[in-house]
């Protein structure tokens, strides 16, 4: 059972390149979330969704955007990187709502913008 | 938004001694998590427990919620090097309208055991 995987685990982008960050999780979760972590900063939410078709903004959504077209993959686009999001950032789902569950998260994507 | 607030930020012990690691939050919760991330690695999760329990054990753990003092604890009893790791107290976020809570992470407590 492989989880939740997230691609790729490293990164390098310069300024105003943009990317996709791929999470996909086998568990047939309908909650997954985007958090990025920074050090001294504790993990932040970006974007979440409840289930295919929804998605809304967490706290620091400025400069990503999200989809979810499937149950499965719920990927993170870079519109045009800067080098404050340079971070790691992690996917993560649940089964039922967020409040009342355990989440399970990816090995984390490691992206650097120069 | 910080809503969990880890204390102490680094804790170092011995192997064999007991850590202590609290959390301290801002507003009212339905229920507290409590994370283990190893250097490099996700996040994993080690216990929840809701507002109405006050203590819950697992295995070596041991965690505690007073909600009076909006303050919980994580116990490691009898630590071992491999329990070195960053250890995170979330807690949801009541105040989210429908089904959408949000878990809100504190900034993490790093402990270190040495053999």
């Known amino acids: 059972n492989a989880g939740v995987t997230q691609t790729p685990k490293f990164q390098v982008l310069k300024t105003g390149q943009s990317m996709t960050l791929q999470c996909a999780q086998d568990m047939n979760h309908e909650y997954m979330s985007w958090y990025r972590q920074d050090p001294g900063m504790g993990l932040r939410l970006i974007h979440y969704s409840v289930g295919a078709g929804i998605t809304d903004q967490g706290e620091v959504p400025n400069g990503y955007n999200v989809s979810r077209s499937t149950t499965e993959d719920f990927p993170l686009r870079l519109l045009s990187a800067a080098p404050s999001q340079t971070s790691v950032y992690f996917c993560?789902?649940?089964?039922?709502?967020?409040?009342?569950?355990?989440?399970?998260f990816g090995e984390g994507s490691r992206l650097t913008v120069l | 938004s910080q809503q969990g607030e880890e204390d102490p930020q680094a804790l170092s012990i011995q192997e064999g001694e007991n850590a202590t690691m609290n959390c301290s939050y801002k507003t009212s919760i339905n229920n507290l998590q409590w994370y283990r991330q190893n250097s490099g690695r996700g996040l994993v999760h080690l216990i929840l427990i809701r507002s109405n329990e006050r203590e819950k054990h697992s295995g070596r753990l041991r965690v505690t919620l007073d909600t009076s003092k909006k303050s919980s604890s994580l116990l490691i009893t009898a630590s071992r090097a491999a329990d070195t790791a960053s250890y995170f107290c979330a807690t949801d976020d009541p105040h989210q309208g429908g089904s959408q809570g949000n878990l809100i992470f504190g900034k993490g407590t790093k402990l270190s055991v040495k053999p």
């Open positions: 993560a789902s649940t089964e039922g709502r967020i409040n009342t569950g355990e989440l399970f």
